[in-house]
């Protein structure tokens, strides 16, 4: 597609379940970000791949969250357990190259009630 | 780590006016770029502008231009002319440049600044 596509737009479930969000990064572009952010803050980094690969997972808060991206260019992040303080905007970006310039999707909006 | 500060939660200018949102960071890193992004409320994050460290000359796009400050670690962002379309968040992001064989990294971000133009 044109541009990097989130799926769901929004997504609301209840404490507890289970949750996965979608990213299909621009084609060709090997590098893709996912970030989260929280009401009135910044995004904050949660994992880069490059290719299939996870390079840096350090941002992930902790063992609940887990990203995938088996070929190299979807990417699903997936949420167990959700918690009412996981409710944020998750943002997927891409880029042709780790430091290119990072196109970014309209975000997941996660409310967890 | 890295930390990106900007000090100006909210400003409001009038139409065709100059703007400048502020932007400091820190790093201990030599080699890195320095982004600037608008968020609408649409959510979607778009690039505004981009500075390598190691170019001395100040990026420019259009109607926005940078000043560059290596040694302050100041990067503010100056929006000429400005328009009604300006009307959004804007964040000041970091990113270390990294090479072969070392880690990866994201984008550092500050807290943003709410711009709002006055008809």
């Known amino acids: 597609g044109a541009g990097v596509s989130q799926t769901p737009s929004n997504k609301v479930t209840e404490k507890g379940k289970y949750v996965e969000l979608r990213c299909d990064p621009i084609?060709?572009?090997?590098?893709l970000y996912w970030y989260r952010q929280s009401l009135g803050q910044g995004p904050e980094f949660l994992i880069y791949?490059?290719?299939?690969?996870?390079?840096?997972d350090s941002g992930l808060p902790n063992d609940r969250f887990f990203a995938v991206r088996p070929e190299g260019s979807v990417s699903t992040l997936k949420i167990q357990r959700t918690e009412r303080g996981d409710s944020a905007v998750y943002l997927c970006?891409?880029?042709?190259?780790?430091?290119?310039?990072?196109?970014f999707g309209q975000g997941t909006r996660l409310t967890v009630v | 780590a890295q930390t990106v500060t900007q000090s100006q939660p909210e400003m409001s200018v009038q139409e065709a006016e100059t703007v400048t949102l502020s932007c400091t960071y820190d790093t201990s890193e030599n080699n890195y770029y320095l982004f600037w992004y608008k968020q609408p409320p649409s959510r979607q994050m778009i690039l505004v502008i981009r500075q390598e460290a190691y170019k001395q000359q100040n990026a420019t796009e259009n109607r926005f231009s940078v000043n560059f400050q290596k040694a302050a670690k100041s990067f503010s962002l100056k929006i000429s002319d400005s328009q009604l379309g300006d009307t959004a968040m804007y964040f000041c992001a970091f990113m270390k440049i990294m090479y072969s064989g070392g880690g990866a990294d994201g984008l550092t971000f500050g807290k943003g600044t709410h711009l709002i133009i006055q008809p």
């Open positions: 791949f490059q290719g299939t690969g996870a390079a840096d």
């Open positions: 084609s060709g572009h090997t590098a």
């Open positions: 970006a891409s880029s042709l190259w780790q430091g290119a310039n990072a196109f």
